[in-house]
């Protein structure tokens, strides 16, 4: 299952989307079919899941995950 390898900047992130005049980013994978999110959550790209996943990033506050139980670790 994919893990994270290195800390997200989430701060950079949520700069961006502001600098975007965004409320937040959604990111989303399902059977590995958006490699730009693996790249940027710096998830793991020898792996591959079977189930979908989203993680939310507000321009202000926490972010979100939702994710399959059985895929806990993907994000």
């Known amino acids: 299952m994919p893990s994270v390898q290195k800390s997200i900047d989430i701060p950079a992130i949520q700069e ?9 980013w959604l990111f ?8 730009i999110s693996r790249r940027i959550l710096k998830l793991r790209l020898d792996t591959f899941e079977t189930r979908r996943w989203y993680y939310l990033i507000p321009a202000e506050g926490e972010p979100a995950k939702l994710v399959h139980s059985i895929e806990r670790e993907s994000l």
């Open 16 to 24: 961006a989307i502001r600098t975007a005049k965004l409320d937040a």
């Open 28 to 35: 989303h994978s399902f059977h590995d079919l958006d490699p």
